[in-house]
């Protein structure tokens, strides 16, 4: 998977922006609104990309720190973030920290990537201090006429677009999001990782959710 993600690399903002029609952003702007990061904050971005995430934290004052197990990836992030930005190339489900490490943690768009989304909330909580947060953003079945309207997307146009950058990346995505757990099995997932008081913010016509969790 990180061969896939490295050969789309430098593509992914771009055709990511063109696929949602930039609302994926306002999905990471309501995560970082519902986090309530203050400056001196030291926060963890999981699977964290080419550092959108990241970046609003920045902006909010937080000190960063970016892991993820596609290498290219975490480069462009660096490009955009600074040189003195710190990446880790490493599996999410085995994080390289002490316990209690970070006042938060955070992952946007990737818990359909993981084999086990409670693992990763297992170690995001663990190295998170208690009573700090654990955040997750994601795309989700919408409910209503929009859940129609939501598959006949990405059972078409998603695939089509795709095809102009790379039909094996973009075939994959199409299919993660259509088949991506929804509200319910991820707050169960974070209750059963240990996480406490899990809170579900729907966003984006409710095609996508924040899941907030306390760490113990």
Do not use: W
């Not at 699977?47 to 937080?62: E, H, K, P, S, V």
């Not at 663990?126 to 006429?145: D, H, I, M, W, Y």
């Not at 102009?164 to 929804?182: G, Q």
């Not at 099995?185 to 924040?210: D, H």
């Amino acid at each position: 998977m990180a061969h896939m993600f490295s050969v789309i690399a430098r593509r992914y903002d771009t055709v990511n922006d063109l696929l949602s029609f930039g609302l994926h952003r306002r999905g990471r702007d309501v995560l970082m609104q519902r986090l309530g990061l203050e400056p001196g904050l030291l926060v963890l971005d999981v699977c964290a990309g080419t550092g959108q995430l990241a970046q609003r934290a920045i902006r909010l004052g937080a000190e960063i720190i970016l892991v993820d197990g596609c290498e290219a990836m975490l480069k462009l992030a660096q490009e955009r973030l600074g040189s003195s930005t710190r990446i880790i190339v490493a599996d999410a489900l085995e994080l390289p920290f002490a316990d209690h490490s970070f006042d938060c943690a955070m992952v946007g768009f990737a818990l359909r990537n993981v084999i086990s989304p409670q693992r990763l909330f297992e170690e995001m909580g663990r190295v998170v201090k208690p009573g700090g947060k654990v955040a997750c953003l994601e795309f989700t079945q919408p409910e209503g006429l929009t859940r129609p309207l939501f598959k006949a997307y990405l059972a078409t146009v998603v695939p089509a677009l795709g095809r102009f950058v790379d039909a094996e990346a973009y075939r994959y995505l199409a299919r993660s999001v259509a088949h991506v757990i929804d509200v319910h099995a991820v707050s169960q997932a974070m209750t059963q990782a240990g996480l406490e008081r899990i809170e579900v913010i729907r966003c984006v016509f409710g095609t996508m959710a924040v899941h907030l969790g306390i760490a113990a």
